[in-house]
């Protein structure tokens, strides 16, 4: 097709082995555009939202982007849709790297995975030819050995998303990973796949993406990459230092969460696991996905020491949660556990989150030594890279931690020390000192998550404009705008990184021209809202529990900082939230709502 | 009171320090001269917009963890205890 979209996807039925090529179903495309939002509601049309994420009733969606594999900028990304077995949500992750254009120059826009294999199996696509292949001999390998042992028997100029024994094992935080570093990371798809026993898809193309109005288009790529350029962030703020540079800042604010909140969110030494230091003493160089003009990867090195490794990242939220949020300033150790993650599979944020969690569940006295099968106190890095480890291996108490911080802490009678929100652990900012963040992991569709509507833009780097992050004003209908137009950036297949630095006016300009539509902006980023609205039906169809945060964001004030004295002042903002969605007062869409939206 | 700069504001072109220490000017516009006239350029063309009524489009200037925009602008009085932090614009997530 002439459309951006291949007009083509897979449906692999796991458990009879079929293999069906089957026309994308344009008019839930033009509506949901691709990626996240066709992914999605290809999903909902087709599942029960009350099947068990690890069933053969949860299908596997991975979808791209009509701009996935054109030359618009860092349109490398697809997304990986099924309800998530850690938040029983609608779980979406979005990954970039080079596995999404490839799908396409393939000859595919998708691929829908239902029920479960008997043994274990990857799926083959070289162009036409698609087959599941047996994968006995590579069950139980890492991300690193799998995506090798897949090069050799394919080629390797194949591409290769897949997942490791934690996935297989049902860790609940358990990503996929493509091209070995990158991941569609969050809510535990890699543990969906592992329960079909879908080991990996590998893939390459000799296609092309081809748009409806290539002139137009080309123009409209020309301006968002010089705007992108003349940015300081995207033209050169991320490429020389990566996402880490924000631990600096966010703790200037005082909303680095230390010792899992515990103690406040002011780190003394966040400079020695900042993006600066990282910079200085660990990079080799940078590395950047399909088409992506930022390049915000990096590829990094501990020379020597006890943590000793090499590998990609950490980002930002990983430095974080295995840094301050474990009290730990050992930048080694950090990115030592990170690069488990990677070559195992699985969630940083949500690792870290759940090792800071036991390490006060120990100090409480809830968990011991005898629990643990070592001391695991705050600020001890050697503790937290083993931890982390273990539960890479799915070992000991390792299997508990694999269960993330919630399930583990209501274990030992205390869920409320779990900093997630629907089970899902929080990242990287403290909502007491960052009030819009906190609305936002409230009421994120996946659960605790930053990346459905970054209020840290405007709040911390004062990104369209700055707003005040101590107030709650305004804040509800600036997330709303986040959210929606968010929903339409990974929807499109572009990276939500592009937005530091180009709006609506772009995404919507390289959609319309790619489609061939000539709908508003307006009308484009009702597509936005219209995924929002798909998702939080789902969500509540599945009865997910009510949008909140935990209590110690709502009841224990900041010890010190800038926001000293505050809490979250959630209820002050969710009224206002759910009016300006059109929701009830209860937080669910209307029918006249999602009359509006044309969701069925 | 303390400054500290970030990012490539450490750069041995802007002002090649992580942290320094001064007596406290009176204001933030004044801090913001004694700065510029310390490094030059290219770090005296980030401090100010053009008309100096606000920080350059490029800085982040914070006040013991509060940007300079929610105190009082460049008029904000500074204090011996204060901390100064001066970041580049920058984004990640
Ligand atoms: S900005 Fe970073 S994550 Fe996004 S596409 Fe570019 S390199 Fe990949």
């Known amino acids: ?600 | 009171m303390t400054i500290r700069f970030f990012a490539y504001y450490r750069d041995p072109e802007y002002t090649g320090r992580k942290e320094m220490t001064m007596a406290a000017p009176h204001t933030v516009r004044d801090l913001g001269d004694a700065l510029c006239s310390q490094f030059g350029s290219p770090f005296a063309e980030e401090f100010f917009n053009s008309g100096r009524t606000a920080p350059g489009d490029r800085i982040i200037i914070m006040i013991n963890g509060r940007r300079v925009e929610f105190l009082d602008g460049l008029d904000t009085l500074l204090r011996e205890s204060d901390v100064v932090q001066l970041f580049p614009v920058v984004a990640g997530g």
């Not at chain 1, 296609?207 to 010089?226: H, T, Y």
């Not at chain 1, 080799?284 to 992506?292: P, T």
């Not at chain 1, 990609?312 to 993650?341: K, Q, T």
């Not at chain 1, 399930?407 to 779990?418: C, D, N, Q, V």
Request: glycine letters at 14%.
């Open chain 1, 1 to 600: 097709m002439n459309n951006g979209y291949i007009g083509r996807i897979l449906r692999i039925n796991l458990k009879n082995g079929t293999i069906r090529k089957e026309p994308l179903n344009d008019a839930n495309a033009s509506q949901y555009v691709g990626a996240r939002g066709l992914g999605t509601k290809y999903f909902c049309d087709e599942c029960d939202p009350a099947c068990d994420p690890l069933g053969p009733g949860n299908n596997l969606v991975i979808m791209t982007g009509p701009l996935t594999g054109t030359a618009a900028p860092s349109s490398g990304r697809y997304n990986a849709v099924a309800k998530s077995p850690l938040t029983g949500t609608i779980g979406a992750a979005n990954s970039g790297g080079h596995f999404g254009p490839e799908l396409k120059f393939a000859g595919y826009d998708g691929i829908i995975f239902e029920d479960i294999s008997e043994k274990p199996v990857y799926l083959y696509i070289n162009d036409d030819e698609v087959e599941l292949r047996d994968a006995s001999h590579l069950w139980g390998r890492d991300v690193f050995d799998t995506t090798e042992a897949l090069y050799e028997e394919c080629g390797s100029n194949f591409r290769v998303a897949c997942i490791s024994a934690a996935g297989e094992n049902g860790v609940l935080f358990a990503g996929i990973m493509n091209d070995k570093h990158r991941a569609a990371g969050r809510g535990g798809m890699g543990a969906v796949m592992g329960s079909k026993k879908l080991k990996a898809i590998a893939v390459k193309g000799t296609g092309s993406v081809k748009v409806a109005r290539p002139e137009a288009f080309f123009n409209e790529i020309v301006e968002a990459r010089d705007s992108l350029r003349a940015h300081p962030v995207t033209g050169a703020g991320l490429s020389a230092y990566g996402t880490m540079i924000l631990v600096n800042i966010v703790n200037g604010v005082g909303g680095l969460p230390v010792n899992n909140g515990s103690e406040g969110s002011l780190f003394p030494n966040a400079d020695e696991i900042s993006g600066e230091t990282l910079t200085a003493r660990h990079l080799i160089r940078n590395k950047g996905c399909f088409g992506c003009p930022i390049g915000c990867g990096r590829l990094t090195e501990i020379k020597a020491g006890a943590f000793k490794s090499k590998g990609e990242g950490p980002e930002y939220e990983a430095g974080w949660s295995f840094g301050a949020d474990c009290g730990i300033d050992d930048l080694g150790a950090v990115c030592n556990a990170n690069f488990l993650c990677n070559q195992y599979g699985i969630d940083p944020i949500t690792m870290g989150a759940t090792v800071a969690c036991a390490m006060e569940l120990y100090k409480i006295g809830a968990i011991t030594e005898e629990d643990v099968g070592f001391p695991l106190h705050f600020g001890d890095a050697a503790a937290m890279v083993r931890a982390t480890e273990m539960t890479c291996k799915g070992e000991g108490f390792g299997k508990i931690m694999g269960l993330g911080s919630y399930r583990m802490a209501e274990k030992y009678g205390h869920p409320e020390l779990s900093m997630s929100v629907k089970k899902q652990e929080m990242p990287a900012y403290d909502g007491r000192a960052i009030q819009g963040i906190g609305l936002e992991y409230a009421t994120s569709n996946r659960g605790g998550c930053h990346v459905r509507g970054y209020m840290i833009s405007p709040e911390v780097l004062g990104i369209p404009q700055a707003m005040d992050p101590l107030t709650t004003e305004n804040k509800p209908a600036m997330l709303k705008v986040f959210q929606d137009l968010t929903a339409l950036c990974d929807a499109s297949g572009i990276c939500l990184f592009t937005t530091f630095g180009i709006g609506l006016k772009e995404i919507a300009g390289m959609y319309r021209e790619a489609v061939g539509s000539d709908e508003s902006d307006e009308e484009i980023l009702l597509k936005g809202e219209r995924i929002w609205n798909l998702e939080k039906r789902f969500n509540i169809a599945a009865g997910v529990e009510k949008d909140t945060l935990p209590p110690r964001l709502l009841r224990e004030t900041l010890p010190s900082g800038p926001a000293k004295g505050r809490v979250n002042e959630l209820y002050t903002m969710l009224a206002e939230y759910y009016a300006a969605r059109g929701w009830t007062k209860d937080g669910i869409p209307t029918d006249n709502k999602l009359e509006e939206l044309g969701i069925k």
